[in-house]
């Protein structure tokens, strides 16, 4: 159906930056909702940022005002810029998207797919 494929998680220090891009690929006609959720050690998976269709993207409390999520409708990719990061963002990053594709038959169907995870260190 639809892969998705992330990239640019790493180190950072407290305070700097990093961004993460998510790549979907496959037989795409549209995705509805992309979501970034984060997973720390010995915690669970949580949203951190959600965007439905780019009409209003949802923040978690402790990312607003540092986190930006953004999407490339035409790449189907979407991206988490994230500044002033600190140690509690230290985490699995992952992304996950809803949408419809092309069946090989004929018709749409939809997917919900999840991404391979990237991970996030931040050193005081």
């Known amino acids: 159906q639809v892969q998705l494929v992330e990239s640019g998680g790493g180190l950072a220090q407290a305070g700097g930056s990093l961004r993460l891009s998510c790549a979907a690929s496959?037989?795409?006609?549209?995705?509805?909702?992309w979501g970034w959720y984060r997973q720390a050690p010995g915690e669970q998976r949580e949203l951190v940022a959600g965007?439905?269709?780019?009409?209003?993207?949802y923040y978690t409390d402790s990312v607003k005002g540092r986190f930006t999520s953004s999407r490339d409708n035409d790449k189907y990719t979407v991206y988490l810029q994230m500044n002033s990061l600190n140690p509690e963002d230290t985490g699995v990053y992952y992304c996950?998207?809803?949408?419809?594709?092309?069946?090989?038959?004929?018709?749409?169907?939809?997917?919900?797919?999840w991404g391979q995870g990237t991970q996030v260190t931040v050193t005081s």
């Open positions: 965007d439905t269709s780019g009409v209003k993207t």
């Open positions: 996950y998207a809803e949408g419809t594709y092309h069946r090989y038959t004929s018709g749409l169907g939809t997917f919900a797919s």
């Open positions: 496959g037989r795409i006609f549209g995705v509805q909702y």
